[in-house]
T-cell receptor, first 118, second 114 residues
């Protein structure tokens, strides 16, 4: 189908290593979001890209986290020097931004990347 | 700060029972409110939404009304089915294009027994 895809689906890494997570949004969707979901908790906003505007990075928990997006396509979330508390499911979502108001838009989610830091 | 509080789960009901999952929020400004659902083995998907006070969102027999006076957005369904078993998330969104925030509840797991 033409949904949001994420890779890898699962990632196991050792503490201190860097990891890179990938998100392919739905074609034509200008807005892209990254979230973190720890076990038994709600989603935690990380970062938001909208077209060519400067991203809203207000949710990134530390400077070990960074994300990039080229134009309106693929995004990568990088976690440097991973820690055990980074273990979570990382979710990506996109939205078409047809209404001009981000806060009313429906977001379409990918299946997530389950990260385990040993 | 802005937050969403929803009923703790799991909630276990028999098929055809009546469902209410409570959701209340605190927010500065005028949020939009959402219910998302995550079926077993699937990704999150929008169930319904309301973008202003007194709006009612509805989908698949579920309803929720945006109540500004009680800052609530409770999810209701008159007769649940086994296929409704899932985790339900209440969320609110605030802000503008350049300063966007989506804030989520912790999720409520719903189990429907035949």
């Amino acid at each position: 189908g033409a949904g949001v895809s994420q890779s890898p689906s699962n990632k196991v890494t050792e503490k201190g290593k860097d990891v890179e997570l990938r998100c392919d949004p739905i074609s034509g969707h200008t807005a892209l979001y990254w979230y973190r979901q720890r076990l038994g908790q709600g989603l935690e906003f990380l970062i938001y890209f909208q077209g060519n505007s400067a991203p809203d990075k207000s949710g990134l928990p530390s400077d070990r986290f960074s994300a990039e997006r080229t134009g309106e396509s693929v995004s990568t979330l990088t976690i440097q020097r991973t820690q055990q508390e980074d273990s979570a499911v990382y979710l990506c979502a996109s939205s078409p931004r047809t209404s001009g108001r981000a806060r009313t838009e429906t977001q379409y989610f990918g299946p997530g990347t389950r990260l385990l830091v040993l | 700060g802005d937050s969403v509080t929803q009923m703790e789960g799991p909630v276990t009901l028999s098929e055809e029972a009546c469902l209410t999952i409570n959701c209340t929020y605190t927010a500065t400004g005028y949020p939009s409110l959402f219910w998302y659902v995550q079926y077993p083995g699937e990704g999150l998907q929008l169930l319904l939404k309301a973008t202003k006070a007194d709006d009612k969102g509805s989908n698949k027999g579920f309803e929720a009304t945006y109540r500004k006076e009680t800052t609530s957005f409770h999810l209701e369904k008159g007769s649940v089915q086994v296929s409704d078993s899932a985790v339900y998330f209440c969320a609110l969104s605030l802000g503008s294009d350049s300063n966007y925030q989506l804030i989520w509840g912790a999720g409520t797991k719903l189990i429907i027994k035949p």
